[in-house]
Nanobody, 120 residues
Framework: QVQLAESGGGLVQPGGSLRLSCAAS????????MGWFRQAPGEERELVAT???????NYADSVKGRFTISRDNAKNTVYLQMSSLKPEDTAVYFC??????????????WGQGTQVTVSS
């Protein structure tokens, strides 16, 4: 079992910044990729950003230049630095990780989600 624990959400004014964190724990051998997704009310869950173990990143067009994803492989933790936040960034943000367990099986895990609200 691999668990993901997110933190850092909250209420912020337009133009403000927030930093999300997500730590993976459990029987982990390796994590191939980690990422952030978000889901607004009545909308589908969408990709925000992903990062591989070697540091290759991918961003949704809507967040390019404003959000930065990074990871600390030693801590099995991924971060999302969000700047110049807009009301349309309001959503529940979910962390995701895929990799191998200590027993050699693959895993794909989701966090419980953290609410980000951008409003004046």
């Amino acid at each position: 079992q691999v668990q993901l624990a997110e933190s850092g959400g909250g209420l912020v004014q337009p133009g403000g910044s927030l930093r999300l964190s997500c730590a993976a724990s459990g029987s982990i051998f390796s994590i191939n990729a980690m990422g952030w997704f978000r889901q607004a009310p009545g909308e589908e869950r969408e990709l925000v950003a992903t990062i591989t173990g070697s540091g290759n990143t991918n961003y949704a067009d809507s967040v390019k230049g404003r959000f930065t994803i990074s990871r600390d492989n030693a801590k099995n933790t991924v971060y999302l630095q969000m700047s110049s936040l807009k009301p349309e960034d309001t959503a529940v943000y979910f962390c995701n990780a895929v990799g191998l367990t200590a027993w050699g099986s693959t895993f794909g895990s989701w966090g419980q989600g953290t609410q980000v609200t951008v409003s004046s």
